[in-house]
């Protein structure tokens, strides 16, 4: 009797387990049904185990080879069992078990872990192409514009808990709104509800650019419609109309929910709020009566006939006037003014890209004048980091002037930074003028992944203080950053004097149809390669056909490179931040250098007056003084220039996109007045200090420039030129 209770026992604890075992997802081990944040679960009675969508989608190893209807969504149940026994051997990251399907996409990272696993170790997945996954150390991060201040409560915009205004795994932010935080979990739930076609920005309503960033920062959108539509009847009671007499005396016999197709019993609604309903004998109405308002109704708007005649006319009217007319903001755009926007100074912007400070330094030799080999090889190092701050030593054997001029390391980067714009430039992977360059198409850099060296050096110089780029044609800048928006490219944005240019021009330059047919068929490879080798019938079609050879010239061939140059350009986040404010930068990368000015070197100079009222009252002169100076520059009516003021001030010959760090300042030079030495006694003495005292100093380490001290625009003339131009003729940057 004992040994039958005892197999009983054990039967049914078999039972029990192979139950649990069959309802635990068979890749994470997981038991957990959420399909917000694992997919649905899909249980296979007749293999006996169930998986999340989530940990299919992915495994490193499993792939969808089958039709929608076969298997579990596409996956074929012999390639998931055979995934199953390939994560078996795997051990989890994070909690060391056996079961890890879900890899690092960096193929240098070993890191594996289960799918929840991977939400507990900030692993990101992106659900489109490959669904790669990536672990904390390779995963995308967001870089938008943030101010540092935040007067203003911040809040999750979906769930309205308290959220830290500080991006992180868990925090994400709307990239074309600033004032909308979310919650990742709040996100992925809110995503899972609204679907593809409803899943938007919940405070600016934007929805292509929010889609797209949230599926990078590793947010599921399903393609279908929202929750709330899908429904059975869920808008049912919406076809439901009132059709009841809501009279104080109902006069019908039948009660007050009867209703007549005509008549004096048919009940008719308010033509206001639809919610009320009357007889017609009830209220005393005619029996032709369409039109009837309800006492409420009445009562709101003043008992105005008008308004009851046609409810959606004059009040609607009244409430838009008054809404224009109010000075009051709305509760959406007050709050949209009080939330501080990043400055849309390119400048600004560039440096809130680069830590302040950072420890680490970054080596670069320059031998002679291969600043692009300097810096090629600065970028493809394994342990390259963009935020380590520059180091520069330039070695030259030739020129030993060059060498003393770059003495100090803070001059040598300008240099290096000034140099390696230049020869980007002229670099194989442009062409076209040298003040408007396309993108060009080059196989030996495509193969040493040039173009994404490249793009990471530009955005490199931008941030660490080098020249504005200047040199993108309209059209380079149109491919990557989209702007201007919607405006087609033309054959007179191709680069000219090329082979395919010069094809195309003929084409569009056909007078006749016979033309364009002998034309098109010289031109028969071109246009095969482009898939335009078409039958043309009237010469009407050459426009056609010439947008559609530009667009292939300039867009789909270049798809490679110019997807290459994006990702280069994504160094310190600066793409991000030029498509954020793209008609701001569009000056940084495609026009030259605004010519220096009077106006804007005085302005950019911050000027450090002396407490001391003495001292106040004779550097106020010398204020006017340099600003007298700056304009005779101007009009060349000095032997200096404003370029050379520049230069001696700051060793540099153009602002930089990034601007000047720290910011160019003016201090003053005062002469001894001491009075108890005799003249001889101070040349004897401070020979040095009164030289320095006569002359303007610069200080290009903190952009400090000295000047001096003089009673006359004869003398602060005089010295300013011959200080400036002895360094300037002595120390030339532009050897």
């Known amino acids: 009797m004992s040994d039958t209770i005892m197999k009983k026992k054990s039967r049914r604890y078999k039972d029990d387990t192979s139950s649990i075992q069959e309802d635990c997802c068979a890749l994470c081990r997981c038991s957990d049904d959420d399909p917000a944040m694992l997919g649905e679960k899909v249980k296979l009675k007749e293999h006996k185990f169930s998986v999340h969508y989530f940990c299919l989608l992915t495994s490193s190893g499993v792939y969808q080879r089958g039709e929608e209807n076969e298997g579990v969504f596409g996956f074929l149940v012999d390639d998931i069992k055979q995934e199953i026994r390939r994560a078996a051997r795997l051990t989890c990251f994070c909690c060391k078990k056996k079961g890890a399907c879900v890899g690092c996409n960096v193929r240098s990272c070993r890191r594996m872990v289960?799918?929840?696993?991977?939400?507990?170790?900030?692993?990101?997945?992106?659900?489109?192409?490959?669904?790669?996954?990536?672990?904390?150390?390779?995963?995308?991060?967001?870089?938008?514009?943030?101010?540092?201040?935040?007067?203003?409560?911040?809040?999750?915009?979906?769930?309205?808990?308290?959220?830290?205004?500080?991006?992180?795994?868990?925090?994400?932010?709307?990239?074309?709104?600033?004032?909308?935080?979310?919650?990742?979990?709040?996100?992925?739930?809110?995503?899972?509800?609204?679907?593809?076609?409803?899943?938007?920005?919940?405070?600016?309503?934007?929805k292509e650019n929010f889609q797209e960033e949230m599926v990078r920062m590793g947010i599921y959108i399903p393609e279908?419609?929202?929750?709330?539509?899908?429904?059975?009847?869920?808008?049912?009671?919406?076809?439901?109309?009132?059709?009841?007499?809501?009279?104080?005396?109902?006069?019908?016999?039948?009660?007050?929910?009867?209703?007549?197709?005509?008549?004096?019993?048919?009940?008719?609604?308010?033509?206001?709020?639809?919610?009320?309903?009357?007889?017609?004998?009830?209220?005393?109405?005619?029996?032709?009566?369409?039109?009837?308002?309800?006492?409420?109704?009445?009562?709101?708007?003043?008992?105005?006939?008008?308004?009851?005649?046609?409810?959606?006319?004059?009040?609607?009217?009244?409430?838009?006037?008054?809404?224009?007319?109010?000075?009051?903001?709305?509760?959406?755009?007050?709050?949209?003014m009080c939330t501080p926007v990043r400055s849309q100074s390119p400048a600004e912007i560039l440096q809130s890209l680069l830590p302040c400070g950072y420890p680490v330094s970054?080596?670069?030799?320059?031998?002679?004048?291969?600043?692009?080999?300097?810096?090629?090889?600065?970028?493809?190092?394994?342990?390259?980091?963009?935020?380590?701050?520059?180091?520069?030593?330039?070695?030259?054997?030739?020129?030993?002037?060059?060498?003393?001029?770059?003495?100090?390391?803070?001059?040598?980067?300008?240099?290096?930074?000034?140099?390696?714009?230049?020869?980007?430039?002229?670099?194989?992977?442009?062409?076209?003028?040298?003040?408007?360059?396309?993108?060009?198409?080059?196989?030996?850099?495509?193969?040493?992944?040039?173009?994404?060296?490249?793009?990471?050096?530009?955005?490199?110089?931008?941030?660490?203080?080098?020249?504005?780029?200047?040199?993108?044609?309209?059209?380079?800048?149109?491919?990557?950053?989209?702007?201007?928006?919607?405006?087609?490219?033309?054959?007179?944005?191709?680069?000219?004097?090329?082979?395919?240019?010069?094809?195309?021009n003929r084409i569009a330059a056909a007078n006749s149809l016979d033309e364009l047919k002998e034309v098109m068929k010289a031109s028969w490879e071109y246009l095969e390669m482009a898939g335009c080798n078409r039958q043309v019938t009237s010469l009407e079609e050459r426009e056609a056909?010439?947008?559609?050879?530009?667009?292939?010239?300039?867009?789909?061939?270049?798809?490679?490179?110019?997807?290459?140059?994006?990702?280069?350009?994504?160094?310190?986040?600066?793409?991000?931040?030029?498509?954020?404010?793209?008609?701001?930068?569009y000056g940084v990368f495609c026009e030259a250098t605004e010519p220096l000015t009077a106006e804007i070197l005085s302005r950019l100079f911050t000027i450090n007056f002396s407490e001391q009222e003495e001292k106040l009252n004779k550097e106020t002169p010398v204020v006017t003084f340099w600003r007298h100076l700056l304009l005779e520059c101007e009009v060349g009516k000095s032997s200096i220039s404003l370029q050379d003021i520049l230069r001696f001030a700051t060793r540099v010959d153009e602002l930089p996109a990034a601007g000047l760090f720290p910011p160019p300042s003016i201090s003053f030079l005062h002469y001894p007045t001491s009075s108890h030495l005799r003249l001889e006694e101070q040349k004897e003495e401070n020979v040095e200090w009164l030289d320095e005292g006569f002359f303007p100093q610069s200080k290009p380490e903190s952009n400090n420039l000295l000047l001096p001290v003089t009673s006359t625009y004869k003398a602060f003339k005089s010295s300013m030129e011959h200080a400036i131009s002895h360094r300037v003729h002595l120390f030339p940057l532009n050897t």
Not at 233 to 259: F, K, M, P, Q
Not at 260 to 288: M, N
Request: proline letters at 4%; glycine letters at 4%.
């Open 114 to 206: 289960h799918f929840p696993c991977g939400r507990k170790q900030m692993f990101i997945t992106q659900f489109t192409d490959i669904f790669p996954s990536y672990c904390q150390d390779h995963s995308p991060t967001q870089t938008l514009s943030i101010d540092s201040d935040f007067s203003l409560p911040q809040s999750c915009s979906i769930c309205l808990d308290s959220i830290d205004p500080v991006l992180s795994y868990s925090v994400l932010k709307c990239p074309s709104c600033h004032a909308s935080w979310f919650h990742r979990d709040c996100v992925q739930h809110q995503a899972h509800s609204a679907g593809l076609f409803f899943f938007r920005c919940t405070l600016c309503n934007n």
């Open 224 to 336: 279908r419609d929202a929750s709330w539509e899908l429904e059975a009847n869920a808008y049912s009671e919406l076809l439901e109309v009132h059709n009841r007499c809501d009279s104080i005396t109902c006069l019908c016999d039948d009660g007050r929910t009867y209703s007549a197709k005509k008549g004096w019993f048919e009940v008719i609604r308010c033509c206001l709020c639809g919610s009320t309903g009357t007889h017609r004998k009830c209220s005393g109405l005619k029996l032709d009566t369409r039109d009837w308002a309800c006492t409420d109704c009445i009562n709101a708007t003043d008992g105005k006939a008008s308004l009851v005649a046609s409810p959606q006319g004059g009040q609607r009217r009244s409430l838009l006037s008054k809404r224009h007319l109010s000075t009051m903001p709305s509760p959406l755009s007050f709050k949209r």
């Open 362 to 504: 970054a080596q670069v030799e320059v031998h002679r004048d291969q600043a692009l080999l300097a810096g090629l090889d600065l970028v493809r190092r394994a342990d390259f980091d963009p935020k380590h701050s520059l180091s520069v030593r330039i070695i030259n054997e030739q020129h030993t002037a060059l060498l003393r001029t770059l003495c100090d390391a803070d001059t040598a980067r300008k240099y290096f930074l000034k140099r390696l714009m230049q020869q980007i430039q002229n670099s194989v992977v442009f062409e076209g003028p040298s003040e408007s360059k396309n993108i060009a198409l080059n196989s030996q850099a495509l193969r040493e992944d040039l173009y994404f060296d490249i793009g990471s050096l530009l955005a490199l110089c931008l941030v660490h203080g080098g020249p504005p780029i200047g040199f993108f044609s309209r059209a380079l800048y149109q491919c990557l950053f989209n702007y201007p928006a919607n405006c087609p490219l033309t054959l007179s944005h191709m680069t000219p004097e090329t082979h395919f240019t010069g094809q195309v």
């Open 545 to 585: 056909l010439v947008e559609d050879l530009v667009s292939f010239t300039m867009i789909t061939r270049m798809q490679l490179p110019l997807q290459r140059l994006r990702e280069g350009l994504r160094t310190l986040g600066v793409f991000e931040q030029v498509q954020l404010f793209s008609s701001v930068f």
